[in-house]
């Protein structure tokens, strides 16, 4: 239990596109979701937290205009890097916390490429 | 922003040893959780912890939130080669508050 995919898992675009990445709980109703960013050999940056059917709440620093984030559904959250550069090029991994609460379970992440 | 330390950085050592990682901080959780990291893929949770003095094992893990609640530890005993991989600790910081808080992960890597 506890699934957590992600799509794409790799993605190569041109600077000045627009990518978007999905993220889906598949045994479970995620209440909040969270997307965070990862360079190499770092931590993670959670980038912001989307509730389901509200706007999501974006870390300091981070542009919201740039990076639109969606949360239709329970089990559905979208994040969208819009305008993409080089300097977007990154890991993106989602993460979803249930409806009970109990644990946070992570997607297999994104790699983006911006060419 | 917030951060949780975690020691050590890096760790070489060689099959069949055990392995002791912890994160401190100077404010109070309600929840630890640690999680293991392949490369290239995402986090993927190994125990969570929930009260304070909590002991969990799972497998050859064994982790415990700190009776203060500003730190944990995880153990691996008999460590073999697919332990390989780095470990984050990450605290749910005040009860309700929803994001997590990262440790920067300790990178492990056996000598077979």
């Known amino acids: 239990g506890a699934v957590v995919s992600q799509h794409p898992s790799r993605v190569i675009c041109k600077s000045g596109t627009s990518v978007k990445i999905e993220c889906r709980s598949l045994?479970?109703?995620?209440?909040?979701m969270f997307w965070y960013r990862q360079f190499p050999k770092q931590s993670l940056m959670l980038m912001a937290t989307s509730n389901e059917g509200s706007k999501a709440t974006y870390e300091q620093g981070v542009e919201k205009d740039k990076f639109l984030i969606n949360h239709a559904s329970l089990t559905l959250s979208t994040l969208t890097v819009t305008s993409a550069h080089p300097e977007d090029s990154s890991f993106y991994i989602c993460?979803?916390?249930?409806?009970?609460?109990?644990?946070?379970?992570f997607g297999p992440g994104t790699r983006l490429t911006v060419t | 922003g917030q951060q949780l330390n975690q020691s050590p950085q890096s760790m070489f050592i060689q099959e069949g040893e055990d392995v002791s990682m912890n994160c401190t901080s100077s404010s109070i959780f309600n929840t630890w959780l640690w999680y293991k990291q392949d490369p290239g893929e995402g986090p993927v949770l190994l125990i969570a912890?929930?009260?304070?003095?909590e002991l969990t094992s799972n497998g050859r893990l064994t982790a415990q939130f700190g009776i203060t609640r500003k730190d944990s530890f995880l153990n691996i005993s008999a460590s073999i080669p697919s332990d390989v991989g780095i470990y984050f600790c990450?605290?749910?910081?005040?009860?309700?508050?929803?994001?997590?808080?990262f440790g920067q992960g300790t990178r492990l890597t056996i000598n077979p």
């Open positions: 912890l929930y009260k304070a003095g």
């Open positions: 045994d479970f109703q995620a209440t909040t």
């Open positions: 993460s979803a916390r249930s409806q009970l609460g109990t644990g946070y379970y």
């Open positions: 990450a605290g749910q910081l005040v009860q309700g508050a929803q994001k997590l808080v």
